[in-house]
């Protein structure tokens, strides 16, 4: 029996309001990064989401997280 892929996303904004998403694919133990935005593809054993927050991060400059409340 195949291993079931589950899969979730991680979403953050730029500067200029675009939203930008890395979704994290899982099939057993291994797992894969996929960025809608500009296609990057990346395995990632551990901590795939805080791989996925870096590109984000590093490579379209969004930062803001749409789950935690901004402050003013």
């Known amino acids: ?9 991680v979403s953050r904004w730029d500067r200029h309001g675009r939203e930008h998403t890395v979704r994290v694919r899982k099939a057993g133990v291994q797992k894969a990064l996929v960025c809608d935005t500009c296609g990057w593809r990346k395995g ?9 927050e870096e590109h984000l991060a590093d490579a379209h400059q969004a930062t803001v997280d749409p789950g935690r409340p901004r402050n003013g």
């Open 1 to 9: 029996m195949p291993p079931t892929t589950t899969s979730s996303k």
């Open 44 to 52: 990632a054993q551990f901590l795939p989401w805080l791989k996925a």
